[in-house]
Nanobody, 116 residues
Framework: QVQLVESGGGLVQPGGSLRLSCVAS????????MRWYRQTPGKERDLVAA????????AYADSVKGRFTISRDDAKMTVYLQMNSLKPEDTAVYYC?????????WGQGTQVTVSS
């Protein structure tokens, strides 16, 4: 079955950087677009960034444009989210996602806390 495992979260000061990783298994990774979402308590899960299969195209939420970069390594079946110039409002649980047809698959999430 499809499994997604995120890592790389933690506590960072405002202005700092983190790189999240999501390792996938159980699918032909290179065939699928990949996405990162984030969620704070009591709110819906919001799309942060997306990358097409092959990595030729990326898209970002307005709130992270110019600060976050999504990338992928198909040989490692991994998608990354490089987060720079972090702000307190970036604090959330970050999830990676892949859709196989109409079925969305999620990892367990990784907590990112931006605080001084």
């Amino acid at each position: 079955q499809v499994q997604l495992v995120e890592s790389g979260g933690g506590l960072v000061q405002p202005g700092g950087s983190l790189r999240l990783s999501c390792v996938a298994s159980g699918l032909i990774f290179s065939m699928y677009d990949m996405r990162w979402y984030r969620q704070t308590p009591g709110k819906e899960r919001d799309l942060v960034a997306a990358i097409t299969r092959g990595g030729g195209s990326t898209a970002y939420a307005d709130s992270v444009k110019g600060r976050f970069t999504i990338s992928r390594d198909d040989a490692k079946m991994t998608v990354y989210l490089q987060m720079n110039s972090l702000k307190p409002e970036d604090t959330a649980v970050y999830y990676c996602n892949v859709a196989l047809g109409w079925v969305g698959h999620w990892g367990q999430g990784t907590q990112v806390t931006v605080s001084s």
